[in-house]
């Protein structure tokens, strides 16, 4: 009897101590995006729960698992937001601190988990994005900051060269109507305009000469003002496909290769390879479908400042009173491990989260990696164009699982129609 007793006890035991060890964290690591937007992920070996509170100006991230002996008691953060975050072990469960530099509000962080997923070896992961307290134009025209819960802030980031004889002052943008542009100096726009034929001459597709007269209609406008071109505001959301107009922007191009791959591969390649298959997907279900390019070159033109470059590509979309703008990117982070995909919007109208909510989808359903959701974010070219709009993270450049995908042409199929797909669907 004592036996069974004693056997009896051991099984608990080793009961209790298998359940004591079902939840561990293995690793906390944290990324920072060129918009300086915090994430923290933490790795744990099995499910577990968690919950998040603000403490004056420590960020607080409790995790209901144990802290595994290898991970450290804190870890040094290069961000604006943060220099550091500390793992405090509370026995039964692990708290992560990261003590903020600045105020953020409760809609500036969010947490949320990522299954486990056995194919890529990836464990079940808590994530906590913080995002800085407010948007800003940098001297450069770019915006910073500008998102909730992002990722990465790619489409404002630019590597082009920082034009220095420009007669317009960035950061500076005036919504005009074409019908109401000021007559520049004679001899200002008689040098601009031989340059624009120089363009011209390097540009033969029908995009591209939409480029070259979005160039001219801008260098139109004062001689400090960016033109913004204004389509008649309308737009379908339902119906069908067939007639629908719809504006197609590859991320990057030209003198800004985008994000780079450890290999060299560039963004600017991969956006525009994939958008080419979705512009021939939707075409031929009978929409029309326009691109800001179709080759490798700059929209506005080179040597151009972001704001001069992002409105560009705003403009093509409104010049053809588009019921659809949709950008493509790929993902970057300094954070190697992170990947995914994510549809961002910009609630301007009652149709950019449907239509983010319907291209995500799609591509969350039938890929083998993370969903990181649809996400609000103040993208210069979904927030400042009139019809509905989207911006899509085709994965991350930096992972190098992903970027050995992207290169791949049944990668780069199998997005371009799950982004079609959702287009479709969100007309159906």
Known sequence: MRKIFLLTLLACCMLLSAVAQAAKITDVKWGVNKADVLRIVVDVTDTAGY???????????????????????????????????????????????????????????????????????????????VTPKQASYSSSGTVAGAASTVVSN???????????????????????NTTAVKTPDK??????????????????????????????????????????????????????????????????G??????????????KNITLAITKIVKEILEDKGAKVYMTRTTDVDVFGPNASDAEELQARVNVGEKYNSDMFVSLHINS??????????????????NDLRLAKNIQNKLAANFGVDDLGVRQANFYVIKRISMPAVLVEMCFISNEKELTLMKGQWFQKKTAR????????YFA
């Open 418 to 425: 799950l982004i079609a797909e959702g287009i479709e669907k």
């Open 51 to 129: 919950a998040v509170d603000m403490d004056g100006n420590t960020l607080n991230l409790t995790v209901n698992a144990d802290k595994g002996k290898q991970v450290p008691q804190s870890k040094a953060v290069k961000s604006s937001l943060a220099d550091s975050l500390k793992i405090v072990d509370k026995g039964s469960y692990t708290v992560v601190r990261v003590p903020l530099k600045q105020h953020v509000p409760g809609k500036n962080y969010k947490a949320f988990v990522l299954k486990k997923d056995p194919a890529t070896g990836r464990p079940f992961r808590v994530v906590l994005d």
């Open 254 to 267: 030209g003198s800004d290769p985008g994000a780079i791959g450890s290999d060299g591969t560039k963004e």
């Open 333 to 350: 982070s300094v954070n190697k491990n992170i990947g995914g995909f994510s549809t961002y919007y910009y609630p301007k109208t009652d």
């Open 154 to 176: 790619r489409p404002v980031v630019s590597n082009r060269p920082t034009k220095t004889n420009s007669s317009i002052k960035r950061n500076t943008v005036v919504k005009t």
């Open 187 to 252: 001899k200002k726009n008689n040098k601009k305009k031989t340059e624009n034929k120089k363009v011209d001459n390097k540009k033969n597709t029908v995009a591209a000469k939409t480029e070259t007269t979005v160039n001219k209609q801008e260098n139109k406008s004062a001689g400090d003002k960016l033109l913004v071109v204004k389509g008649n505001g309308k737009f379908r959301t339902s119906g069908g496909l067939d007639g629908k107009i719809i504006t197609l922007d590859a991320g990057h």
